[in-house]
Structure formats: structure tokens, C-alpha cells
């Protein structure tokens, strides 16, 4: 990562995938890899993070395998030659269920963990600023791969001028469709999520910052709303309203609210009983909005005082899986 921004999250990326880290590894970087184990014949996935765009150099291969009554294999690959493998006896994945997979990049070792809980430590062979690519294959549908700094998330003056990264989409081919289109992440019981749902956004809002949720509408659904707010202000309100088919965007301040924004570019991208992946990523002069991997609008600021933009909160007929701020 360069300086202080954080990079851009790969959204629905098809696998296998390979993809660059921007910056390399650092200390306290934390990637984290949603997606969900297919059911399918194949027994095995990876995910390695190595040193350029072939296979010659992995700093860290991990390898879940669903045979033997399952494990997960952690190996480190130099030269094209691999070192002694270290097992992990448990298997914390299910064929057909998503997952949550963090890896968090410390001074000593990578730390991992599961669907929120402790996996395993793995200690550096070489050197982890080596490290500048991830890849993933195998029996997997990837929703998101998302980079986050956990040492810090600097907050920046709106004024500051930055050259920004897009939200990266991954393309697909033309003329035919995929053998396994991905799918947003299904809903499964999350108690850390209650509706409504409240928190914090470490250092408000800066150039590059990127807010991911994930979650489904519920089946009879008319409205929920997403708001990024300033003390009592609230800057964005992205409000999808099944009952008008639309999604309105609007800001309000000093109790006061602005006008509405409906305009999209294609049809309503959030339906009723699905699953969806919103990303919401601030630029000095906008937010820009991607649903299921899809750039939908931009939304240009109305409170410029970005800092200050440093809680989220979610209601109405929806259900999260996953929020990352």
C-alpha cells in the first residue's frame, strides 16, 4: 500500500484469479477473502501470496483439502522447490457454505483467521515485503478480496489532492456466459449483525477509503437504507425502495434534507430475497457506488469535512453478512 491510502477491493473476481498487491505486504496489512466452497467433485483450494505472477516464489501457500476427513496444508515455495508442509489437523470450511477468510500480515508471522475466529499462525520463511500478488484456485466463488491497514487509518483534509484508483472490476468474457457465474454472498445467521446495525468508520472517511457490506434482502422487503453520518448529519443516505422501485440517495443537515437523487443508469440492482455486495468509495469530490460488482452512480459530497464522516448505520428489511469499514 502507498502511503496512507488503501487499495482498492477486487469484486467478484473470477477464479482462478491473480491480482496485485499494491505496495507489497506490510506490517499490519490485512487481506481478507469472501467467498463460498462450491460443491463440486474437486477436494481442494488456495490461496498464495507470492512474489510476482508465476508459481516459482509463494511466501505463504494455504491450502484447504476436503479428503482424509479434511485439513489445510500451510507451505512456502522457493525457487520452484517446496519447504516441509505444516498441517493443520481441522478443517474450518463446508462444501456450499461461505466464508471469511483474513489474513493479517504481522512482524513476525501471518495470522489467520476463519469466519471470525483463530486459524492458525504461520511464521515468515522470507522475507513478507517480497510479497506483491495474490492468486486463488480451486473449488471456489470469490465475492470480494479486500486489502485494509490495521496499524492506522489516517484521516485526511477534503482539500487534499491525491491521484485516486478506481474500483477494480474484474471483466467477463463476451458472447457467452460463465459455467459458474458468481453469485452475491447468500444470507446465513449472524448474530454479530442486529438490525439496526451501528458502527463505527475508523478515521472517517479520506480519498481511497472504501466501505464494503454484504448481506440479503429479506424476502418481503420495502425499504433499507445505508447511512454514512456526521454526528447528527447524516452526508449519504442510499435508501432502496422496493415499494417505488428505485434508490434514492439523498443528505441530511441540520435536520434539513436535500434533494433526491434517483437517476440510474440500469435497472434496480438490489432484489428481494438476494443476496447483494454494496462498496461504497470515497474520492476527494465523490463517492462512487458498486453493487455486485458493477460501478451504479456517483455522489458528490455535500459535507466536505470527510473526517468527520466516521459511523455507518444500516436498517430497515435487510439482513448483513459482512460489513467492512
Not at 69 to 79: A, H, I, S, W
Not at 175 to 189: L, Q
Not at 233 to 251: M, Q
Request: glycine letters at 8%.
Amino acid at each position: 500500500m502507498a502511503g496512507s491510502g488503501a487499495q482498492a477491493p477486487y469484486l467478484s473476481p473470477v477464479v482462478p484469479f491473480s491480482g496485485t498487491i499494491q505496495g507489497g505486504l506490510q506490517d499490519g496489512l490485512q487481506i481478507t477473502v469472501n467467498g463460498s466452497v462450491l460443491n463440486s467433485w474437486e477436494n481442494r483450494f488456495a490461496v498464495n501470496l507470492k512474489t510476482g505472477f508465476s508459481d516459482n516464489d509463494i511466501a505463504f501457500h494455504f491450502n484447504p483439502r476436503f479428503e482424509n476427513g479434511g485439513y489445510v496444508v500451510c507451505n512456502t515455495k522457493q525457487q520452484g522447490c517446496w519447504g516441509p508442509e505444516e498441517r493443520v489437523g481441522h478443517m474450518p470450511f463446508q462444501k456450499g457454505s461461505p466464508f471469511e477468510l483474513c489474513f493479517l500480515v504481522q512482524s513476525s508471522d501471518f495470522k489467520v483467521t476463519v469466519n471470525g475466529s483463530f486459524f492458525v499462525q504461520y511464521s515468515h520463511r522470507v522475507p513478507f515485503h517480497r510479497v506483491d500478488s495474490i492468486s486463488v484456485d480451486g473449488s471456489v466463488r470469490l465475492s470480494y478480496i479486500s486489502f485494509q491497514n490495521t496499524r492506522a487509518a489516517p484521516a485526511q483534509p477534503a482539500c487534499v489532492q491525491r491521484v485516486f484508483q478506481p474500483v477494480i472490476f474484474t471483466s467477463r468474457p463476451r458472447g457467452r456466459k460463465p459455467n459458474n457465474p458468481i453469485k452475491p454472498p447468500m444470507a446465513y445467521h449472524s448474530p454479530t449483525y442486529p438490525m439496526p446495525y451501528f458502527t463505527s468508520i475508523p478515521g472517517g472517511l479520506y480519498p481511497s477509503k472504501c466501505i464494503i457490506l454484504a448481506g440479503t434482502v429479506l424476502p418481503g422487503a420495502q425499504r433499507f437504507h445505508i447511512n454514512l453520518r456526521s454526528g447528527s448529519d447524516i452526508a449519504f443516505h442510499l435508501n432502496p425502495r422496493f415499494d417505488e422501485n428505485t434508490v434514492v440517495r439523498n443528505s441530511q443537515i441540520y435536520s434539513s434534507w436535500g434533494p433526491e437523487e434517483r437517476s440510474l443508469p440500469r435497472k434496480m440492482p438490489f432484489t428481494r430475497g438476494q443476496g447483494f455486495l454494496v462498496c461504497i468509495m470515497c474520492e476527494s469530490y465523490c463517492l462512487k457506488v458498486a453493487v455486485d460488482g458493477q460501478h451504479l452512480f456517483e455522489y458528490c459530497h455535500r459535507l466536505n469535512n470527510l473526517p468527520a464522516i466516521n459511523s455507518l448505520e444500516v436498517g430497515g428489511d435487510v439482513q448483513l453478512t459482512h460489513v467492512q469499514t
